[in-house]
T-cell receptor, first 116, second 111 residues
Framework: DVKVTQSSRYLVKRTGEKVFLECVQD?????MFWYRQDPGLGLRLIYF???????EKGDIPEGYSVSREKKERFSLILESASTNQTSMYLC???????????????FGDGTRLSIL | SQQGEEDPQALSIQEGENATMNCSYK?????LQWYRQNSGRGLVHLIL?????REKHSGRLRVTLDTSKKSSSLLITASRAADTASYFC???????????FGEGTQLTVNP
């Protein structure tokens, strides 16, 4: 089974701080994703990556950046944290074939981030 | 609005009963996936059904897909307290590569 590990389950940071959320997968999957999950809004895609050093904006990329220097690791960066970025952040990994996502995504357990 | 929308938002049943959750979507899809999320945890993939399939089974799970109505249903038979979780559908539009998730159905199975 694919294992996706997020470095922190809970994180508390202050506004204006630069925040790094780390995600590691152990199954050599090409695709990795960052979502945030908020009550009433479901899961929203922030960024995804289909290869090392490649990244694509999702639906809500503003205020975030990502880094994928190695295939197994995908980092989400909050450049200057704000209170509206308080949320549950979920990382996922998945195989893919071409542009059609016909494979399941495997999720980490999430990081609950609070910005004070 | 969301590409996938689950109905109902919340469902409470007794152990042993069947639970049915529905998902509607707006645009054509390649496939539809169902996921489960236990409280405070990540999502776990349950089942994938392709656009040319009408029904799929996995253990106590039965998924149907009606592309003419742009809807899918997830049936959990003989539910258990351990089935208590949120259930999400996710669709992959034919025009893109990303999954779009609905807001989920919160299922509570009372012992």
């Amino acid at each position: 089974d694919v294992k996706v590990t997020q470095s922190s389950r809970y994180l508390v940071k202050r506004t204006g701080e630069k925040v790094f959320l780390e995600c590691v997968q152990d199954m050599d999957h090409e695709n990795m994703f960052w979502y945030r999950q908020d009550p009433g809004l479901g899961l929203r895609l922030i960024y995804f990556s289909y290869d090392v050093k490649m990244k694509e904006k999702g639906d809500i990329p503003e205020g975030y950046s990502v880094s994928r220097e190695k295939k197994e690791r995908f980092s989400l960066i909050l450049e200057s944290a704000s209170t509206n970025q308080t949320s549950m952040y979920l990382c996922a990994a998945g195989l893919d074939s071409g542009l059609t996502s016909n494979q399941p995504q495997h999720f980490g357990d999430g990081t609950r981030l609070s910005i004070l | 609005s969301q590409q996938g929308e689950e109905d109902p938002q919340a469902l409470s049943i007794q152990e042993g009963e069947n639970a049915t959750m529905n998902c509607s979507y707006k645009t054509s899809i390649n496939n539809l996936q169902w996921y489960r999320q236990n409280s405070g945890r990540g999502l776990v993939h349950l089942i994938l059904i392709r656009s040319n399939e009408r029904e799929k089974h996995s253990g106590r799970l039965r998924v149907t897909l009606d592309t003419s109505k742009k809807s899918s249903s997830l049936l959990i038979t003989a539910s258990r307290a351990a089935d208590t979780a949120s259930y999400f559908c996710a669709t992959d539009k034919t025009s893109g590569s990303r999954l779009t998730f609905g807001e989920g159905t919160q299922l509570t199975v009372n012992p």
